[in-house]
């Protein structure tokens, strides 16, 4: 079974505080692609990043930055001196097998606090 | 990156009437298109997956008959609600992907109440 699991329902953070987002997946392909998208208040999903199974690479854009570990299965989202503009659900995301369907996690809610 | 459109962004109608929802690839040819449901601070649930020119698969627990899923071409499908009634409102989302990629690329949505 394919399964997202983001815990944090919520999270409020002051302004230029480092928040991180968790994501916490289950699957039993091999092959995969994790997601993250972040959905403003205008309902509009804005996609984030693209990371597939093989790369267990850290990436960083900017004030975000993603951890990947496959042995804990998860995919964190970090986002570093956070700005209210950053307020919004971020939904992590899994797909796998070849129908390229998406498994969303229950979406966390960041407010960010001036 | 591609854009997706969703037509119209908004819709209100009265219970008993059916609802037609477009979603269209501005600049991409999407073999495969989905459509998902999502709730008020809810997760998106996908409704059901689209490949041009044959029938939806639809996700366990979604009618079939009351949600009318229509890819006649590799640039537009169309959710029909048939027959809504209030518990049917929601923010309704469309995604396109190609052969050449697994990106999905995400319309604006629709949000529709019915009365």
């Known amino acids: 079974a394919q399964k997202v699991t983001q815990a944090q329902t919520e999270i409020s953070v002051v302004e230029k505080e480092d928040v991180t987002l968790d994501c916490v997946y289950e699957?039993?392909?091999?092959?995969?692609?994790l997601f993250w998208y972040k959905q403003p208040p205008s309902g509009e999903l804005v996609f984030l990043i693209r990371r597939n199974s093989f790369d267990e690479q850290n990436e960083i854009s900017g004030r975000y930055s993603w951890n990947f570990q496959k042995s804990t299965s998860s995919f964190n989202f970090t986002i570093t001196a956070s700005q209210v503009v950053d307020s919004a659900v971020y939904f992590c995301?899994?797909?796998?097998?070849?129908?390229?369907?998406?498994?969303f996690g229950q979406g966390t809610t960041l407010q960010v606090k001036p | 990156g591609a854009v997706v459109s969703q037509h119209p962004s908004r819709v209100i109608c009265k219970s008993g009437t059916s609802v037609k929802i477009e979603c269209r690839s501005l600049d991409f040819q999407a073999t495969t298109m989905f459509w998902y449901r999502q709730f008020p601070k809810k997760s998106l649930m996908l409704m059901a997956t689209s490949n041009e020119g044959s029938k939806a698969t639809y996700e366990q627990g979604v009618e079939k008959d009351k949600f009318l899923i229509n890819h006649a071409s590799l640039t537009l499908s169309t959710l029909t609600v048939t027959s809504a009634h209030p518990e049917d409102s929601s923010f309704y989302i469309c995604?396109?992907?190609?052969?050449?990629?697994?990106?999905?690329?995400f319309g604006p949505g629709t949000r529709l109440t019915v009365t």
């Open positions: 995301a899994l797909s796998s097998g070849n129908t390229g369907k998406l498994i």
């Open positions: 699957t039993r392909d091999t092959t995969y692609y």
């Open positions: 995604s396109a992907s190609s052969r050449t990629t697994y990106e999905q690329y």
